[in-house]
């Protein structure tokens, strides 16, 4: 009788190690989450479930200045990517540009006010700190009312048309019709640019309307 109780009470162990088991690995294999991006992924185990995504290189927020201090502003972020509400964006001289919305020339952190919108381009990177930390990499000021801003990219494709315009795609896949006349402008030098020049790889400030038509490109050295 104890024999068997023995036995009895070996199984009901058994039982218990294997069901723990059995919880670890679902645990193991459940989603995770990752930060460190605007964008979440979800990896669930399996060959069935894996997905690889990559952060985007530049990651575009805008808002309110709330606080600007010696090498950073302050900015109460309400674009919906990234982190929400106030962020430290740290600015370099070697590498931040600060330009004017209308015309891509440069400004200083003077032209910047408490009270001004602001777009700014920072990287996947951040602080876990409250507010959150990180640097940037561009910040676009001077905007006036009811203008669309212009976009950072880096260009992925160039397709000439038959019509002498051509189709730009951006590394993010925002597609822009750019026409035949759009003036393609190099950034703080005399030297000229072409539109062969624009090619994969290359990052530029485009100017265009609400139908992604482009106005204007500033194209940045290599």
């Given amino acids: 009788m104890r024999r068997e109780t023995k036995k009895a009470a070996a199984a009901v162990c058994m039982i218990g190690l294997l069901t723990a088991a059995g919880s670890i690995c679902a645990f193991a294999q459940s989603p995770t989450l990752t930060a ?6 979800l990896n669930a185990g399996g060959p069935a479930g894996e ?3 990559t952060a985007p290189e530049k990651i575009r927020i805008w808002g309110t200045v709330t606080s600007v201090e010696e090498n950073r502003i302050v900015l109460n972020n309400q674009s919906g990517a990234s982190f929400e509400g106030e962020m430290v964006l740290h600015i370099s001289d070697e590498t931040t540009k600060v330009l004017g919305a209308v015309d891509g020339l440069p400004l ?7 009270g001004d919108s602001v777009y700014a381009y920072i990287g996947p990177a951040m602080t876990l700190s409250l507010p ?7 910040i676009i000021a001077g905007i ?11 260009v992925d494709s160039m397709t000439w048309n038959e019509d002498t315009s051509w189709t730009l795609v951006s590394s993010e896949g925002t597609t822009y019709q750019i026409p035949g006349e759009c003036p393609v402008i ?6 000229m640019v072409y539109r062969p020049d624009v090619t994969e ?18 194209l940045f050295n290599e």
Avoid: C
């Fill in 36 to 41: 460190g991006s605007s964008a979440v992924e």
């Fill in 51 to 53: 997905r690889e995504t």
């Fill in 108 to 114: 200083s952190l003077s032209d910047i006010h408490v």
């Fill in 132 to 138: 959150p930390q990180t640097a940037a990499e561009m």
């Fill in 144 to 154: 006036p009312a009811d203008f669309k801003v212009p976009e950072y990219i880096t």
């Fill in 186 to 191: 190099p950034y703080l030098t005399r030297q």
């Fill in 201 to 218: 790889g290359r990052e530029l400030l485009i100017w265009s309307n609400a139908e992604n038509v482009g106005q204007k490109l500033v």
